[in-house]
């Protein structure tokens, strides 16, 4: 049975600056297939991003084209213009959070984030700043009554951020057009019908 994914908001995560709860870092997605468009450096990319954080607790940098891991490059994800908002000694929150259906029964949340604590007057700096990545949070709930409960057991929050999205998929859900070749040899017949039946099952 597939999961659909509903939505997706960040929270302070590169140039998504604002809260979940912002309309205007909130993606409410529609059943069926769903295209984003916008311009170069809009932040298209960042929804790629966030979910290389969920899946592998890692970014790929624009700057360099290589993957880093999240707890890394904090003063990179974090939203600049919450840094420069964020008071000496005060603390702002970075993160992702999408919410999926499996079936017509299960609603699931799963929450990344971490706190960054301001220490000094650069903020662009990272001495200027303390990280402290927090565990992933998953909450479900029934799709009739809509109210969520934190998950604890952590083999069940693994199972239910591997349903996101499953691994067959996955391989060919995380890259930037440039690195299909990577993923999939077009000279090579095999590989093209792995790729078809990977994204087609």
């Known amino acids: 049975m ?20 912002d309309p205007n870092t909130t993606y409410e997605l529609e059943d069926g297939l769903n295209i984003i468009v ?41 939203s600049d213009k919450a840094k420069n908002e964020c008071p000496i000694n005060d603390s702002v929150d970075c993160g992702i959070q999408i919410e999926y ?4 029964r299960k609603k699931y949340q799963i929450t990344k984030s971490f706190k960054a604590t301001r220490l000094g007057e650069a903020i662009t700096d990272e001495s200027s700043w303390s990280f402290s990545i927090n565990q992933t949070e998953v ?36 890259l930037q057009g440039e690195e299909v070749d990577q993923i999939i040899d077009f000279g090579k017949k095999e590989s093209i019908e792995e790729a078809v039946q990977n994204l087609t099952d």
Do not use: M
Not at 44 to 56: D, H, Q, R, T, V
């Open 2 to 21: 597939a999961s659909i994914i509903n939505k997706i908001t960040f929270k302070n995560f590169f140039n998504y600056y604002g809260d979940f709860d």
């Open 38 to 78: 916008a311009d170069n450096g809009a932040g298209k990319s960042k929804f790629f991003n966030a979910f290389l954080w969920l899946f592998n607790d890692q970014i790929l940098d624009s700057d360099d084209k290589v993957t880093k891991n999240v707890k890394d490059v904090c003063i990179k994800i974090l």
């Open 101 to 104: 259906t499996k079936g017509d």
């Open 139 to 174: 909450n479900s709930t029934d799709t009739v009554l809509l109210k969520f409960k934190p998950v604890y057991d952590e083999e069940e929050k693994r199972i239910i951020i591997e349903h996101l999205i499953g691994p067959a998929f996955r391989r060919y859900s995380f």
